[in-house]
């Protein structure tokens, strides 16, 4: 489906891409080439913190640590150029630019980065535990404001009654209405799975989401085989020592799945209104035309979101949430 984005938005994307190209090139620039081997091409597809391990072209992999020159971390789902030190060792020695980059704030409030060149966040809901529209229009504020296209996945829908039935097709027009793509799903029953793959075919997607609706549940669903799934089984966040391992799945039609407990807790972390106001797509028509320059959107007078909430055209679901959210 073709755009969501606001221009503000996308002007604001393709000024950190050209921001982070002008380093990269710097960097490039300034790269001893004393290494061993050739320069090669590889994906990141491990991240064990200070070690990364690099999946070749030719589907060899090989540890690595970064150059200590690169003025970014490399991080997994990067393309990056590398060179063999030893024989199952390497050094990372650039990495080409980023299509977008998985971030969050770390507790000193520094930008962390946590994936790359993730082309969908999956935002994952279920029939049980009961959705909490909230948290998915943080989810979705939060995807918007990366500009990564989210997608919202409703799973166990074999649980569903009369009444469950109802109360799901109300979620899933709401958010057809904004413009997003939502699918069901039943991990158990095998609903549903074909359209995913089909939709995911060749791209690379992060799972978010409650816990317990079913995020590792349709991990395994997806990935091709009890090889590709190694290390992938830690059940909702129960510590094992892989658990703050960040890695990369490849699926059988093409692109990944990257998962980690911290890529899973990505939210949002803005609270400024003005930020957040810019993650609603359908703000979009309407901000900038309030009467006072500083309005928050809420009980203001001369408010034109309040005005298109008054007239329909923003739903008061939504409404609500950008009011818990700025509150
Ligand atoms: P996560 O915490 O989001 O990773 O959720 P899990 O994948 O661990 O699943 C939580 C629970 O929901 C497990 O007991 C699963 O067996 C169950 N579950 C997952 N998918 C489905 C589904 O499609 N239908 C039903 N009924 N249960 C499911
Ligand atoms: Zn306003």
Not at 34 to 51: F, I, K, M
Not at 119 to 128: F, P
């Amino acid at each position: 489906m073709a755009r969501r984005f606001t221009q503000q938005q996308q002007r604001r994307f393709a000024r950190i891409q050209a921001e982070r190209q002008h380093r990269l090139e710097r960097r490039q620039a300034a790269q001893p080439t004393d290494a061993t081997g050739a320069l090669q091409h590889g994906t990141v597809v491990a991240n064990h913190g200070a070690e990364l391990e690099v999946e070749s072209v030719h589907g060899a992999r090989v540890r690595c640590t970064p150059r200590s020159t690169l003025l970014e971390t490399p991080v997994c789902g990067d393309q990056v150029g590398w060179r063999a030190a030893d024989a199952d060792q390497g050094v990372i020695e650039t990495i080409l630019p980023r299509r977008t980059l998985l971030q969050r704030i770390d507790d000193h409030g520094r930008a962390r980065a946590m994936a790359a060149n993730i082309d969908r966040i999956l935002i994952v809901a279920a029939l049980q535990p009961e959705p909490d529209r909230l948290l998915i229009d943080r989810l979705l504020v939060a995807a918007e404001l990366t500009a990564i296209e989210p997608m919202l996945i409703l799973n166990k829908i074999d649980l569903a009654d009369a009444e469950a039935r109802h109360a799901m097709d109300a979620l899933v027009a709401l958010y057809h209405q904004l413009g997003y793509t939502v699918l069901e799903s039943s991990t158990i029953a095998g609903h549903g799975l074909d359209a995913i793959h089909q939709a995911l075919s060749g791209l690379n997607v992060i799972f978010t989401g409650q816990s317990g609706v079913g995020k590792s549940s349709l991990l395994n669903a997806l990935l091709p085989d009890e090889q590709a799934r190694t290390g992938a089984l830690h059940s909702s966040g129960h510590g094992t020592h892989t658990t703050s391992t960040a890695r990369l799945y490849p699926m059988a039609q093409g692109g990944a799945i990257i998962d980690s407990p911290g890529i899973r807790d990505f939210g949002l972390d803005s609270r400024d209104p003005a930020h957040i106001a810019q993650g609603f797509p359908e703000f979009a028509p309407f901000l900038g035309q309030c009467r006072f320059r500083n309005c928050r959107h809420l009980d203001d007078s001369g408010c034109a979101i309040r005005d298109a909430l008054e007239q329909g055209i923003i739903d008061p679901r939504r409404f609500e949430s950008w009011r818990r959210m700025t509150a």
